[in-house]
């Protein structure tokens, strides 16, 4: 990017522990170069037990941010120091997205939206069935949960190999709901339409379960989460067995629009070209 851009311009963040892997520098990068903006997005970051001092010193304005993304493992405490945490947030406890208005911060989280936006992108219509399995009741499940009810399914069911986490989870997003032990997996997928990994199972090389795929409905999506590899083992299982398959990588791409529409004041649009900048980019890696 060419310095004078860069100097000029708007400044935001993301900010993690550690924060070196992330590739949120390059999706923000891919974006102010291509649609020509000034500004500039980098990794900072910042220890937990000095994460309270740098949100002291985005809301005084010392830190020249204007707002960033935050990641693991600051999300809960970003909502909690946020001034003004909108709804999603508030129902989920963490945030991953802050912006400063005239001086006061807020505070979203754009996961769900990521997922939301991902699946109408890649498989329209992937919302016209009423029944969803989230598998895997972790951190990362519940902005997608939300995300599915907040779309209108009437059942979700929650299946996770420690059963308390699931039934947090079905007491904070309603009766709409409901949480299952591993073992009920393969009777919770009868007939639904809509299946997600959120577990790290199968992420890097790691093994996956077998599972059994063939009393979801006719016409069901399964996606995943896990985006390395993008095509997951449960992916490549759910494709074998005649399901449509949606990977995770555009999930992480569609999250960080809203972001970067509050920055820097365009929205911005995911590509193929800025998918293909990131699979290059953990292929080289
Ligand atoms: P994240 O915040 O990224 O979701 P997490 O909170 O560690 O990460 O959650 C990981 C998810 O993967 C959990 O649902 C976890 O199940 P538990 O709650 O029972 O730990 C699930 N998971 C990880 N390894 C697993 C395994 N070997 N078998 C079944 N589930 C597993």
Known sequence: ????RETFGP?????????????????HG????????????RAHEVA??????????????????????????????AFRLADRPDQLSQELGASN????????????????????????ERHPGWDRHETAVVFGAGGASRAIIQAV???????????????ERARELADRFGPRVHAHPAGALAEVMNGA??????????????????????????????????????????????????FSIVDGLGMLLHQAVPGFEKWFGKRPVVDAALRGLIVADMESH
Not at 11 to 27: C, D, E, N, Y
Not at 30 to 41: A, N, R, V
Not at 60 to 70: A, L
Request: hydrophobic content about 40%; aromatic content about 10%.
């Open 1 to 4: 990017m060419d310095d004078s």
């Open 11 to 27: 400044k935001a963040f993301v900010t993690g522990f550690p924060i070196k892997h992330s590739r949120s520098p390059l999706i």
């Open 30 to 41: 891919y974006w102010l170069k291509t649609l020509g903006l000034p500004g500039s997005y």
């Open 48 to 77: 937990p037990d000095v994460f309270a001092d740098f949100i002291d010193s985005l809301k005084d304005g010392s830190s020249g941010f204007v707002g960033g993304n935050v990641t693991i493992p600051h999300k809960e405490l």
């Open 97 to 120: 997205t802050l912006w400063l208005e005239e001086g006061v911060l807020h505070a979203t989280n754009t996961d769900g939206r990521g997922f939301t936006a991902n699946l109408d």
């Open 149 to 163: 009810r907040d779309r209108g399914f009437k059942e979700i069911h929650v299946v996770n190999r420690t059963v």
């Open 193 to 242: 339409g809509l299946f997600i990994n959120t577990t790290s199972l199968g992420m890097d090389g790691e093994a996956a379960p077998q599972l059994d795929f063939t009393a979801l409905a006719a016409n069901a999506v399964v996606t995943d989460i896990v985006y390395i590899p993008l095509k997951t083992p449960i992916l490549a299982q759910a494709e074998e067995q005649g």
